[in-house]
């Protein structure tokens, strides 16, 4: 007789913003343009320093497509791209508004330019991107994770990383959270990790903690909870 | 009689994508979650720790409203923004279809919660984000500047920075570049300094070495230049 209350799409702009921004800041390199304007590198600049793939005319694969998924979609689609696909076990009828095309797995890794990750962890979708799906990823592509760190396979991430196997990732998770300070994945200059603030927004921890308060009250009066997880 | 090429249009879906990653990285403060995650700070996580506002529901001012500001404004309507407000010269067709309203510069500093210069630099605009512009935005307002340094009064920006004036300010622009090393831009938390990398993408340098080469050989063939400015 627990009753249990949850927030859900209260998180789903904050994450989908925080996905385009991870994925933008390790596509164009941020970090490391802004470290290096700090550190004396910006002297050096010539026509292809810092230069990184932008996302016009590029094929994206978004894999899990919940709310966040077509969030993140609408938002790329923005950008010019030229196809955006995803992998879901079911097809989304939103897709179709939003141009995006079910693909099997396999498809989305072998054609994307950008692989994002907004599937939820289960354990179905524990460790998919292991060594197996890294290897067929393109060379160049950019991977970006924002749902939970138990879908990828790190070790198997950072030999892709290191080995040239793909171009760069983004992380906003990892196994464990907080990652040890001597991970390599902290080394890595084509590697950009965040501490899992995909839904730091001002308004969305508000909402949040305004939709829990009342999920409370409603059931300390005895009322039905706005949002009761059933 | 000396002819002069250029590359125009080239860089517009470069710049307009670097300015969503500054904006985005500004807003949800990455370099600062980047820091604390590799230094310790992500043990200390917390429901508030490194938010920072979403652009869900909020409103945009971009000052300069031609090829760039206008691919800036359709990137970020697509993060559910509530309104889109741009001061240029002359109004704009293309406004209509992306839905964003012709406003006077003290209207637009006055109700954005983002600015964002994308005007080119004439004797006109010179410093015209001066003490007095700063002022009349919003004390929770984040400014970005993608066009030219010149612009900006830089001292009015370090002292609105600092005094609270605005929140935050993200600069692929400076005055003068490279910005010296101990200028007090690079020790705030609340500025995010880039190198320049605004066209910093490999398609649009390539792009742009292959129009200025096509301008060279056609000049030398005495044939109309693909891209003569005149």
């Known amino acids: 007789g627990i009753r249990i209350g949850h927030t859900p799409g209260v998180l789903t702009d904050a994450t989908a913003e925080l996905t385009l921004a991870l994925l933008l800041s390790t596509s164009r390199r941020l970090p490391e343009a802004q470290h290096a304007a700090k550190t004396g590198g910006w002297a ?41 696909l995803y992998f879901n076990r079911s097809e989304r009828p939103e897709a179709k508004e939003i141009g995006a ?21 289960e354990p179905s979708t524990k460790e998919m991107f292991d060594k197996c799906a890294f290897g067929k990823m393109k060379k160049t592509a950019i991977f970006v994770n924002t749902s939970r760190g138990g879908t990828v396979d790190q070790d198997a991430l950072v030999e892709a990383l290191q ?17 040890p300070l ?3 994945l902290f080394k890595m200059k084509n590697c950009v990790v965040l501490p899992h603030i995909g839904s730091a927004t001002i308004e969305a921890t508000n909402t949040m ?3 829990t308060a009342k999920n409370i009250l409603a059931v300390l009066n005895g009322m039905e909870m706005p949002a009761e997880l059933k």
């Open 44 to 84: 050096n600049w010539s026509l292809t320093w810092m230069t990184g793939p932008g996302l016009a005319g590029t094929t994206v694969g978004i894999v899990g497509f919940g709310r966040i998924g077509q969030a993140v979609a609408r938002r790329v689609k923005s950008f010019s791209t030229a196809q955006i």
């Open 101 to 121: 095309v079910k693909v099997t797995f396999d498809e989305l890794l072998a054609k994307s330019d950008f692989v994002i990750c907004c599937v939820s962890l």
């Open 163 to 179: 080995s040239g196997t793909i171009r760069a990732a983004g992380l906003d998770v990892t196994t464990p959270e907080p990652l």
């Open 182 to 184: 001597d991970h390599p």
């Open 209 to 211: 903690a305004e939709l």
